[in-house]
């Protein structure tokens, strides 16, 4: 990263007199972090200016000529080539510094109807959902795999313990299954998540919204979500959603530690139930004859 003289035409800057102190800058910087929400903050930045061309407050070559901008940053960064600016302090500045420069003024537009308030909302909900719906069908990829484990073990007969001290018998599909089913209720939460992450803040710009005659349902079709969200006070200043999915994640990583201790126990001399491949394990550096899960 870099200084970067474009920054002495930072979007706030209209009023100030002299240019940020350079320690400032370093620790009000987002930069470092949030570039890797720079697909979302472009997927984001097409679909306003698509509907700000459908208002009429942008032309269709100004449209054109926007997207294929953001389409060229976005190669470039994904490609590597792109110099991330400190001084510019976010992804969301960086890239529309970057297409000032290579479009012209035409460029500045693009900020026209929104506020970075409502861009950076936008940006952590369709990262957010794009997660949710990874690590869902990841999930969905572990639970046939314990389907199709617990059919064929269906009849395998182990203990099932309490206190670690053998107590009924069970199956090992049975065993599987319950495993099934703590993942699937961690399914169940995420996608209930995604239905309150999933509406749209962009146009509700810093706090109050904007004088504009934007469609905020337009947007909200182009990018996916269900619909706009409704109080402006809130569409900005709103972060339960990421809190909600954090508690959900830790719930579901609570249950995956259980599973994989029950897989080191189970590994062990004293249980002796399964064996896994070499591939998953690891050694000790003194002790040749251990096999680590």
């Known amino acids: 990263m870099s200084d970067d003289p474009r920054a002495a035409d930072k979007l706030w800057g209209g009023r100030f007199s002299e240019p940020t102190d350079a320690f400032v800058e370093r620790f009000t910087a987002s930069v470092g972090f949030d570039q890797r929400l720079y697909r979302h903050d472009i997927q984001g930045s097409i679909a306003h200016a698509t509907m700000l061309a459908s208002v009429g407050v942008l032309t269709d070559a100004e449209r054109d000529q926007i997207i294929t901008g953001l389409e060229a940053i976005a190669e470039d960064i994904t490609a590597g080539r792109f110099n991330w600016s400190v001084s510019l302090e976010d992804v969301h500045m960086n890239i529309e510094a970057a297409l000032t420069e290579r479009i012209g003024l035409t460029g500045k537009k693009l900020h026209t109807g929104r506020s970075r308030n409502d861009q950076v909302a936008t940006d952590i909900r369709l990262y957010l959902r794009e997660e949710i719906d990874h690590v869902t069908a990841e999930l969905r990829r572990l639970q046939q795999g314990l389907l199709n484990l617990a059919e064929r073990e269906y009849a395998t007969i182990m203990p099932g313990f309490t206190h670690l001290q053998s107590a009924q018998p069970v199956t090992f599909g049975h065993h599987m299954l319950a495993w099934f089913e703590m993942l699937e209720r961690d399914y169940g939460r995420l996608q209930d998540c995604r239905k309150r992450v999933n509406v749209l803040p ?28 409704e ?17 959900c994640a830790a719930l579901l990583m609570t249950h995956l530690s259980r599973c994989s201790e029950e897989l080191v126990l189970w590994t062990s001399a004293q249980f ?22």
Do not use: W
């Not at 064996?275 to 251990?290: A, E, V, W, Y």
């Open 202 to 229: 962009l146009g509700a710009a810093a706090l109050a919204g904007t004088s504009y005659p934007i469609d905020r349902h337009y947007t909200a079709q182009l990018l996916g979500f269900d619909g706009p969200t």
């Open 272 to 293: 002796d139930f399964i064996d896994l491949p070499d591939r998953f394990c690891t050694g000790s550096s003194i002790m040749p004859q251990k096999k680590n899960p």
């Open 231 to 247: 109080n402006s006070l809130d569409s900005v200043s709103d972060r339960d959603f990421a809190i909600e999915f954090v508690s």
